[in-house]
């Protein structure tokens, strides 16, 4: 159980990660006008965003601004339950995995902190944000806003997967190592072994 405390801890990161932009979807949804409105608040917003950028949200964002908030609530609640379902089955159900199930463990949380660093760093550049290493403008400003910070965690979140992926057993799992899993698991659990 000791060994397995780290790896809980980043887990635990991984859920708290997982429920921000579960409640960010969420939220977007429940007080409603997001797909709307997004096109005037890429419009006031974007003014201190780089003129590359800002070209971008023009020519394609902008104009399609209803289409781009319905993909970005979706995109929020798909990272956000990603994250917290792969975090739960790592976590409790890890050894009761046959090999497919545990790929898609990982490969689940690889490719949600992946899309969640794509939303973070366009959110960043949408909203003008000084660059993360730079010092704030004003003293009343965040060192790091989150849309910096995300990026960085998920990343973190995303190569832990990846190397796990890659030691992960290849071939073909026969249906004696799902049972003999199954046993495991099962025998752990009646001994209050998690």
Do not use: C
Request: glycine share 10%.
């Amino acid at each position: 159980m000791n060994a397995r405390i780290p790896l809980l801890g980043l887990l635990a990161i991984q859920v708290i990660i997982g429920y921000e932009w579960f409640m960010s979807g969420l939220t977007k949804i429940v007080r409603g006008g997001f797909p709307s409105g997004l096109a005037d608040e890429l419009t006031e917003k974007s003014e201190g965003a780089a003129s590359w950028y800002v070209s971008f949200l023009d020519s394609v964002v902008i104009p399609n601004g209803s289409t781009f908030g319905v993909v970005i609530i979706l995109g929020e609640l798909a990272v956000g339950a990603a994250l917290i379902v792969a975090a739960a089955l790592w976590a409790f159900r890890w050894e009761a995995l046959a090999s497919r199930g545990r790929t898609a463990v990982v490969a689940a949380t690889a490719l949600a902190a992946l899309g969640g660093i794509f939303m973070n760093v366009n959110f960043h550049l949408a909203n003008g944000s000084a660059h993360p290493w730079l010092i704030p403008g004003e003293g009343f400003d965040e060192g790091v806003d989150l849309d910096s910070l995300m990026p960085a965690i998920q990343l973190v979140l995303a190569t832990v997967a990846a190397v796990t992926w890659a030691k992960l057993p290849r071939g073909a799992e026969t249906t004696e190592d799902v049972v003999r899993h199954a046993k495991q698991a099962a025998r752990r659990e009646s001994a209050g072994v998690a």
